[in-house]
């Protein structure tokens, strides 16, 4: 079965710093890998995703993730963080099966110091 | 264009009541599901629909039942609830079959159980 770690639960960085969360995932298979984000007292929007050629990903919001096979990773990364990116972020995998269903990772809070 | 919506936003109950909780979609998206969420543990799938008149189970199915009478609508049921169905839950839904497409979440749905 998939399954998907977030290493860090809660990450503060500076306005303007840059950022990277990241993720490991578990698949036999070549993965379908997104990142989600939810803002407070919202649903989930995607942000990017990856299931298959150039491993460096553009999403939306001026981020990007980086797909290594080798590493079984995707993290996510933004070179220049704006308070409005505080929300919590979540990292899933697909798998093709009778649903196709996402195995969603705990999430990382992200928080933005003035 | 409303995209995903749910009804109740909140709700209290007393253990061993009853609710139901409505997700409805006017993308015409064959694909449904209801996730429940809890902290540090991401998303986890609790029910799926891959058209009108199918549902099946999920990760985390116990105690809750569902049904899709109509393909704009999906309804998750809790029969007797417990403190442990505390949680926010939330409804996405999908275009068709390939697990890249883009699932689309609701606002989610924060109910407390006591």
């Known amino acids: 079965a998939q399954s998907v770690t977030q290493p860090d639960i809660h990450i503060t960085v ?27 007292g919202q649903g989930l929007q995607l942000l990017l995703k990856y299931f298959s050629g150039d ?46 269903m996402l195995t969603f990772g705990g999430g990382t809070r992200l928080m933005v110091k003035p | 264009n409303a995209g995903v919506t749910q009804t109740p936003k909140f709700r209290v109950l007393k253990t061993g009541q009853s609710m139901t909780l409505l997700c409805a979609q006017d993308m015409n998206h064959e694909y449904m599901y209801w996730y429940r969420q809890d902290p ?38 809790l029969e007797s609830a417990a403190p442990s169905q505390t949680s926010v839950y939330f409804c996405a839904s999908r275009w068709g079959q390939g697990v890249y497409n883009e699932q689309f979440f609701g606002p989610g749905t924060r109910l407390t159980v006591l």
């Open chain 1, 14 to 40: 500076s306005e303007g710093a840059s950022l990277e969360l990241r993720c490991n995932y578990s698949y036999g298979a070549t993965p379908y890998l997104f990142w989600y984000v939810q803002s407070p």
């Open chain 2, 40 to 77: 540090g543990m991401g998303l986890r799938l609790i029910h799926y629909s891959v058209g009108e008149g199918t549902t099946a189970k999920g990760e985390v199915p116990d105690g809750y039942n569902v049904s899709r009478l109509k393909k704009q609508n999906f309804l998750l049921g």
């Open chain 1, 55 to 100: 491993t460096l990903v553009q999403g939306i919001k001026g981020f990007e993730a980086e797909f290594k096979r080798s590493q079984s990773s995707f993290n996510l990364r933004k070179p220049s963080v704006h308070w409005s990116d505080a929300a919590e972020y979540f990292c899933a995998v697909g798998a093709r099966n009778a649903g196709n």
